[in-house]
């Protein structure tokens, strides 16, 4: 254990990294899954069942990250998950409510009488709204550093809408990705206009990041820090310019750059998560416990890394296989 030097320095490291992972995983994977759930009363029924479809294959193993990442909390740093769950009790609460109502749809409206079929519909989308929802309300109060004030109510309300509409772009991309046709010209539309959201957004959070604390201030705004820090914002200009760019080429008669909008937004997403996590590191309480302080005693996380080393690999092959068996256009919505 004492390989790689103090376990105490290390193995909390390991520990927040491949939560971040997890999460980040989470967001992109499951984001877009959410977004299409999001985005269904614009879609006629036909274009409800090929959107479905395209989700149908990996929609659990999207939300195994989810399950991953609070169970890292959970077991590496206990003190960290009684805070974090304690102040974010109710907005967790209504997104496992909206979690079980989207697994609950997506099947029932397979099997539902047609007359039947357009509740189960709604409850696909209040699903997927009230889960989305209740994620960027938590990311907004966590950013504020889990206090309650009307400031930060006001704030969580806006990262609600804001990362809303950021899964509804992404669920838009994931769409122009996975069909063609009539779907794929409004899954166009929809991304056209949904790409402010996510400019809007990021914004918001980038702004109010550095002005939670000084010493996140600092760690932008001081020199040399801010001028080996600019590459990121103006590669997220840069990756937003090129989603505009490629929007306004699709959709394409020869279905070319179909991939280019999801693969751009993923890679948007992973930029902003790193900035939050370089924003916040060492804390995994924003300015009141850092992740040394709260981790479980080395020998519980070392014992728990043996586990990871296990599990974690069967949790990502099965991801890559699902992709890589049901990859290409989502065709007709069938249940044999």
């Given amino acids: 254990m004492d390989m790689f ?139 504020m550093g889990l206090e309650i004030t009307l400031f930060t109510l006001v704030f969580a309300t806006i990262t609600a809408v804001f990362l809303t509409v950021a899964y509804s772009f992404i669920g838009a991309t994931w769409i122009i990705l996975k069909t063609d046709g009539e779907l794929q010209k409004k899954a166009v539309s929809w991304a056209r206009g949904g790409i402010w959201g996510v400019v809007l957004g990021l914004g918001a959070v980038s702004l109010a990041s550095p002005f939670v604390s000084p010493r996140i201030f600092d760690k932008w705004f001081s020199v040399p820090e801010i001028f080996l820090l600019a590459p990121l914002p103006i590669m997220a200009a840069g990756l937003v310019l090129a989603l505009w760019v490629t929007l306004r080429h699709l959709p394409d008669s020869q279905d070319r750059l179909s991939w280019l909008p999801f693969t751009l937004t993923t890679v948007l997403f992973t930029l902003g998560f790193f900035g939050m996590a370089y924003s916040f590191y060492p804390y995994v309480v924003p300015e009141q416990l850092t992740l040394y302080e709260s981790a479980s005693a080395p020998e519980s996380l070392f014992i728990i890394l043996v586990g990871t080393v296990f599990v974690l690999p069967m949790i990502a092959g099965y991801t890559v296989l699902s992709y890589v068996i049901f990859r290409g256009k989502a065709t007709e919505l069938r249940y044999d």
């Avoid at 099947?107 to 509740?119: G, S, T, Y």
């Fill in 5 to 143: 030097g103090d376990p105490a320095q290390w193995l909390p490291l390991v520990f927040a990294a491949l939560m971040g992972l997890s999460i980040l995983i989470y967001v992109c994977l499951d984001g877009y899954d959410l977004g299409v759930g999001v985005l269904f009363p614009f879609a006629d029924d036909a274009e409800k069942d090929r959107m479905i479809a395209s989700i149908g294959p990996f929609w659990d193993a999207n939300e195994t990250w989810l399950v991953l990442a609070i169970g890292i909390l959970l077991v590496a740093f206990p003190a960290a998950h009684g805070m974090i769950l304690t102040a974010l009790y109710l907005p967790v609460a209504i997104m496992l409510v909206g979690l079980i109502l989207r697994g609950v749809a997506f099947e029932f409206r397979a099997k539902a009488p047609a007359h039947r079929k357009p509740m189960w519909n709604m409850a696909f989308y209040a699903g997927s709204l009230m889960s989305s929802l209740s994620q960027g309300f938590m990311l907004g109060v966590y950013i």
